[in-house]
């Protein structure tokens, strides 16, 4: 039997199996396109396309008149929310341009939780970095101030690391999407998914290089690769893939799928998170939405997508100018633009972002909103459901505060050249709050967060040393102690003590390690003088320091001995901040707040945090401490800020621990508050007091951003008194006592009594004898001031002095 007729023997007996077999075959490949195509159909309907990553913005930034914003902060605020500068007058959202100094700026539009920014074109008027006024651009009317857009810190992603920012293909310039189809895709409105001759031509490359890699893929097909496929380049992939882009192009429209491409194409990384999608590479790239895009700024966008990582203009712009000439080129051959538009874009410099994007902004402040995320929603919904949370965050303050502390602990490690010889490099914190709301503004944990993610503004444990002392103050101030109280002019001896504590002795020094002798409680706090504060806490009771801290916001344990009225505990400098917010709000404390609302990504509003407040502590007693601690700009241990150029009435505390290991330093007025930290992690000395660490890097944050903030003054209680008292006695001055200064006192702690030291023997001091009490009705300029007056003597009837005498005993109501 020939071979033939054995082969046709062989299909006639199994005739059978065979069409069995051909019909489940078939049956099989019909299953399998039927199966393939519900994947493809549920997935490209589905209404959340893509695990989208939640979001994490900024607070809104106002501009209203008397605020100072000097150009070089307000610029890359407004380039990183997506505003960029334009030559002519702005026409479009997102445009701005300064002229003669003033600011034109189309503001965007945004949904914010509580308030829906429009579209709007504005005109802000400059006077030096002051903002004058705020008027609407098309009629001149005036506004009482505006409000830019949250800028976007982070976002949280999914294993995948992917960010992306859906914009549907309305809001795409035809520019971008003829540049993308001339360059990867030119006959994609005339094939119905897959290209022969593309797949033909790469097929002979194969063959030829015996590679089976290349692929000659549509639009359609990179779609398909990206959204349902693996990265292999295998045929029996190129098979599926074409398979699924002729199964897709028949059930969607040419549009339906261009948008796809366009939210899904690759474009390359921002540090370890990909860029995916047009308007998301927009924003990195460009610093502006995808619909604000020049023609070259699209050229360079589509000519990125064959190698978005070599091609990247911010990295390699020698290469990605030449390759965007290229598809320029392509586009006048199609006939997409004209020959002066190739010509003028052709001889455009190549044009990216002043100010790039990082993936993660305030890493330090975003790893506190985490925490507190976490504690409400679970991981899975922060990474794929896209909500929206607006936090505290003011990125022009944060900014400021990163680059204040890398420039300061770069400047002290080149001032004193034996901090580099510690086994750890010197580290250091910064935080700004608002007393008034509790809002967390900036924070800065460390220098580096890329080398250690240690956040040691909420971590750190350290002692506050110094910065304690207000507390024991405030104590001893308390008006409930009636006469007992200390008042800013009580006398304390600042002189050798031993205290016994069991079998101890604890003799404490002055940092200095001099005696003063006998100083007011002004002077020993604003120069922190060690031994009248722990005098003062013993005189206070220690239980009682204790118990008065931990009211105020000391949450730390705090252990009974009299070295704590040293500061010789740990807290943590976010807890610091806050107890001293407490000083700054007059005695009402409010509870840090770094989140304000949470949203869906369609906007609805999941959760909205308000402001917690409490009184912790009397207005009047808070007041006088804050007088107080103005001394230490003007003559105390930070008198280094006002040669600094800082100028405004803050209240501000030092704080220097043991062996120098840590350095503090606080300063605040009733609209904000700063502290800074320096010190080792491994609890090395810095041998630098808080004045010389942290007061020189405190500054160079607050002369950038204290303009931001309204320049307000403390309201005085009704129950704080002026008085007229002899600095050394502390008691009521009387027309004998060579000097007198005018103090403050909390109402039912002010002296009574007349000073001792000087018995009216003798002629009234020159003061006394020729000033009407009229004349002395504002002097001196603020208590606390020591009166030098000393004019040409006159004598004068004695009861003029008899008058000012009664006048201080009874006072003024002042």
């Not at 990582?309 to 020698?318: D, F, G, H, I, R």
């Given at each position: 039997m020939s071979k033939r007729s054995r082969i046709k023997d062989f299909l006639w007996r199994h005739s059978a199996g065979i069409a069995f077999l051909t019909m489940a075959a078939f049956v099989a490949l019909i299953g399998y396109v039927g199966y393939t195509y519900a994947v493809i159909t549920r997935k490209f309907e589905s209404s959340r396309r893509w695990d989208l990553p939640s979001r994490i913005y900024s607070d809104a930034t106002p501009i209203v008149p008397g605020m100072n914003y000097p150009?070089?902060?307000?610029?890359?605020?407004?380039?990183?929310?997506?505003?960029?500068?334009?030559?002519?007058?702005?026409?479009?959202?997102?445009?701005?341009r300064f002229v003669s100094g003033?600011?034109?700026?189309?503001?965007?539009?945004?949904?914010?939780?509580?308030?829906e920014f429009r579209a709007l074109p504005v005109l802000i008027d400059f006077e030096g970095p002051s903002v004058r006024s705020v008027k609407r651009l098309d009629d001149g009317i005036s506004l009482r101030g505006i409000r830019v857009e949250p800028e976007l810190i982070t976002s949280i992603y999914n294993n995948e690391m992917e960010d992306r920012l859906p914009v549907s293909l309305t809001s795409v310039p035809k520019s971008v999407v003829d540049a993308i189809i001339a360059t990867e895709d030119k006959n994609f409105y005339h094939h119905e998914g897959i290209s022969i001759r593309g797949t033909i031509g790469a097929l002979i490359t194969d063959l030829r290089s015996k590679s089976w890699t290349h692929g000659g893929s549509t639009l359609t097909q990179q779609l398909v690769k990206n959204l349902f496929l693996n990265p292999e380049r295998t045929w029996r992939r190129k098979a599926t893939e074409a398979l699924m882009a002729l199964l897709l192009e028949a059930r969607f429209n040419k549009n339906e799928i261009l948008q796809n491409y366009l939210n899904e194409i690759y474009l390359g990384q921002n540090g370890a998170v990909q860029i995916v999608g047009v308007e998301q590479a927009s924003q990195v790239y460009f610093g502006k939405h995808v619909n604000y895009l020049t023609l070259p700024e699209a050229a360079t966008l589509a000519g990125m997508i064959r190698s978005p990582?070599?091609?990247?203009?911010?990295?390699?712009?020698?290469r990605a100018k030449p390759r965007r000439d290229l598809v320029l080129k392509l586009m006048l051959d199609q006939q997409k633009i004209t020959q002066p538009e190739y010509d003028a874009a052709v001889a455009s410099p190549l044009t990216t972002s002043r100010f790039p994007k990082t993936s993660r902004s305030a890493p330090f402040f975003v790893d506190l909103v985490l925490k507190q995320l976490r504690e409400t929603y679970p991981e899975t919904q922060l990474k794929t459901e896209g909500l929206r949370v607006f936090t505290t965050l003011d990125t022009i303050m944060q900014r400021s505060a990163e680059q204040a502390l890398d420039a300061g602990i770069a400047d002290l490690?080149?001032?004193?050249?034996?901090l580099k010889k510690s086994p750890t490099p010197l580290e250091g914190v910064i935080l700004t709050i608002q007393p008034g709301t509790g809002y967390v503004k900036a924070l800065v944990g460390g220098r580096n967060y890329s080398k250690t993610q240690f956040n040691r503004a909420i971590q750190a444990r350290r002692q506050p040393g110094s910065l304690f002392k207000p507390f024991v103050y405030v104590t001893a101030m308390d008006p409930d102690r009636g006469r007992q109280a200390l008042t800013a002019a009580t006398v304390l001896d600042d002189s050798p003590i031993s205290v016994r504590t069991g079998n101890a002795v604890w003799q404490p020094q002055n940092y200095d390690l001099r005696f003063h002798g006998r100083v007011t409680v002004r002077e020993a706090l604003a120069h922190s003088y060690n031994i009248p504060a722990v005098r003062a806490a013993i005189d206070a009771g220690v239980p009682n320091v204790i118990k008065e801290a931990s009211t105020i916001g000391i949450q730390s344990r705090l252990e009974p001995y009299p070295s704590v009225s040293l500061?010789?505990?740990?807290?943590?400098?976010?807890?610091?901040?806050?107890?001293?917010?407490?000083?700054?709000?007059?005695?009402v404390k409010a509870e840090p707040i770094s989140i304000l609302a949470v949203s869906t990504r369609e906007g609805k509003l999941l959760e909205s945090r308000e402001v917690k407040m409490k009184r912790v502590a009397p207005a009047s007693v808070c007041y006088v401490m804050n007088d107080i601690l103005k001394d230490v700009f003007d003559y105390g241990t930070a008198v280094k800020a006002r040669s600094l150029g800082f100028e405004r009435p803050f209240a501000g505390k030092t704080g220097t621990t043991s062996n120098y290991r840590d350095a503090w330093f606080i300063g605040y007025s009733?609209?904000?508050?700063?502290?800074?930290?320096?010190?080792?992690?491994?609890?090395?000395s810095v041998?630098?007091?808080?004045?010389?660490?942290?007061?020189?890097?405190?500054?160079?944050?607050?002369?950038?951003?204290?303009?931001?903030?309204?320049?307000v003054e403390w309201k005085r209680p009704d129950d704080v008194l002026t008085r007229s008292v002899d600095p050394e006695s502390g008691m009521l001055a009387t027309p004998w006592c060579p000097q007198e200064k005018r103090e403050i006192f909390v109402a039912g702690t002010e002296p009574t009594s007349l000073c001792p030291l000087h018995s009216g023997s003798g002629e009234p001091s020159p003061f006394w004898r020729d000033n009407e009490p009229s004349d002395l009705e504002g002097a001196p300029a603020r208590p606390g001031e020591i009166d030098q007056k000393r004019p040409e003597q006159q004598k004068k009837d004695r009861e003029r002095g008899i008058r000012r005498l009664l006048r201080a005993i009874f006072g003024d109501g002042h």
């Open positions: 150009r070089a902060l307000l610029e890359p605020k407004l380039n990183h929310v997506g505003y960029h500068e334009t030559r002519m007058r702005v026409a479009n959202p997102g445009e701005y003033n600011l034109e700026i189309y503001l965007q539009n945004f949904e914010y939780p509580d308030i990582n070599v091609l990247s203009p911010l990295k390699y712009p020698e490690n080149r001032r004193y050249p034996y500061g010789s505990f740990e807290v943590t400098p976010l807890e610091i901040a806050y107890a001293y917010s407490a000083f700054a709000n007059l005695g009733p609209r904000i508050l700063s502290l800074v930290w320096v010190g080792f992690d491994d609890a090395h041998r630098l007091a808080g004045g010389d660490a942290c007061v020189p890097i405190w500054t160079a944050h607050m002369n950038r951003i204290s303009g931001l903030v309204p320049d």
